[in-house]
């Protein structure tokens, strides 16, 4: 069993910021990809932000320049550090991880329960 527990959401202005945390079970080893995707009601989920064990990162063409994203691998946690944020980024934002080795046994493309992020204007 892997856990995502997904925190840091909520509602702020337009031009506000926002941190969003991703804790992966300690348990779990051999991360690979870890990172962040949105979706919006009726909509297909989209990459927002992923890094690497390597720390290579990957970032949608709309946040690039806006969002951080980072992580500290001891505690099998990444980070979302959103600025500048603007009303289209309002969505349920899931923690991602494409795979782990828990108990022995691989598990692959597993998710958190999501987010809530709001910004008004």
């Known amino acids: 069993q892997v856990q995502l527990v997904e925190s840091g959401g909520g509602l702020v202005q337009a031009g506000g910021s926002l941190r969003l945390s991703c804790a992966v079970s300690t348990s779990a080893s051999s991360i690979n990809v870890i990172g962040w995707y949105r979706q919006a009601p009726g909509k297909q989920r989209e990459l927002v932000a992923t890094i690497t064990s390597g720390d290579n990162t990957n970032y949608a063409d709309s946040v690039k320049g806006r969002f951080t994203i980072s992580r500290d691998s001891a505690k099998n946690t990444v980070f979302l550090q959103m600025n500048s944020l603007k009303p289209d980024d309002t969505d349920v934002y899931y923690c991602?991880?494409?795979?782990?080795?828990?108990?022995?046994?691989?598990?692959?493309?597993?998710w958190g329960q999501g987010t809530q992020v709001t910004v008004s204007s």
């Open positions: 991602y991880v494409d795979r782990a080795l828990v108990a022995g046994r691989w598990r692959y493309n597993i």
